[in-house]
């Protein structure tokens, strides 16, 4: 086995290199003036099982073309397979065409990774299920339910615990936290006018005197999340607090989340942390051990959706 890391997050690569006990392979990764990418691999790979670290996050272009020249890279050394480890997929929102004259670009990343020679995918939470089927190689998508699950449980409190989905698309992941530890749900309906914003929010369920978890797999600009936590309070809960898997959070997201009813917002460190220092309500945890095992299994040819039950 031989761990890749690019530059998109190498704190996350080395702490699945750490609970694999494989080091990370000598790799050098350079821009030149004209802001071309240049990887090289310093250490033999030939007939290896490859596995590249590299989520998509932003900035997104430059890191999914590190990935792809990283991936030809391997190929062109003589690796046996090739598995890119993306725990944050980027793209993944462009997943059908909503408009006419607009491209799905996740099909397209798809399409340009198969192209370059991965013989595998290793990924987190895409944010739709059917984009595993873009791929005509294997997928696999991992859950942050299980990281998630020893911090939920100190917060839970049996019949005052409620999981609330921020839109009708989430109703599956907040029924399977329900389901993980005995709550209800509950369903913020929103009226969206631009993208990141809402006209309007209303709570479907009851809320009231309970302890709200809104869960949902990606947080951007931190907009809607704050809306519709505000609106959960409004209809009479007695705190919320968020646990989503990837934190992009754009702009200024993490002074919107400082600055909201939020008691804390959870996120994995599937993309790195880049929120200024002081934020109190902010809070990461790490995905390195769950990619690790993942990564172990596939290497030595076990299942990987056992992980989950």
Request: aromatic share 6%.
């Amino acid at each position: 086995m031989k761990l890749i890391s690019g530059t998109a997050h190498p704190e996350l690569a080395q702490n699945i290199a750490k609970y694999l006990e494989v080091p990370l392979c000598d790799v050098m990764v350079k821009a030149f003036p004209d802001g071309e990418t240049f990887v090289k691999i310093n250490e033999n790979i030939r007939g290896q099982d490859v596995f590249i670290i590299q989520p998509t996050c932003p900035p997104t272009n430059s890191n999914l073309m590190e990935l792809l020249i990283t991936v030809d890279a391997a190929k062109r050394a003589s690796a046996k397979r090739i598995t890119a480890v993306i725990p944050f997929f980027g793209y993944a929102r462009q997943d059908r065409k909503d408009q006419p004259r607009v491209p799905i670009t996740a099909k397209l990343v798809a399409n340009l990774l198969d192209a370059a020679g991965v013989n595998r995918v290793l990924t987190m939470d895409l944010h739709a299920g059917q984009i595993q089927g873009f791929f005509d190689i294997p997928v696999d998508d991992l859950t942050s339910r299980i990281v998630f699950g020893n911090d939920i449980q100190q917060y839970l409190e049996p019949g005052d615990t409620v999981f609330v989905s921020p839109d009708a698309g989430g109703v599956v992941r907040a029924r399977k936290f329900a389901d993980m530890y005995a709550g209800n749900i509950a369903i913020v309906d929103k009226k969206r006018s631009a993208p990141g914003e809402c006209e309007a929010m209303n709570v479907i369920g009851d809320v009231k005197d309970k302890h709200a978890i809104l869960v949902d797999d990606i947080v951007d600009s931190g907009g809607t999340l704050c809306q519709a936590a505000m609106a959960i309070m409004d209809s009479g809960a007695r705190s919320v607090r968020a646990y989503i898997t990837h934190g992009v959070l754009s702009g200024k997201a993490c002074d919107t989340v400082e600055k909201s009813v939020l008691e804390e917002l959870v996120i994995t460190d599937s993309i790195a942390d880049h929120c200024p220092k002081g934020m109190t309500k902010i809070r990461q945890i790490t995905v390195g051990n769950l990619f690790g095992e993942a990564i172990r299994r596939v290497h030595n040819e076990e299942s990987v959706s056992t992980l989950f039950n």
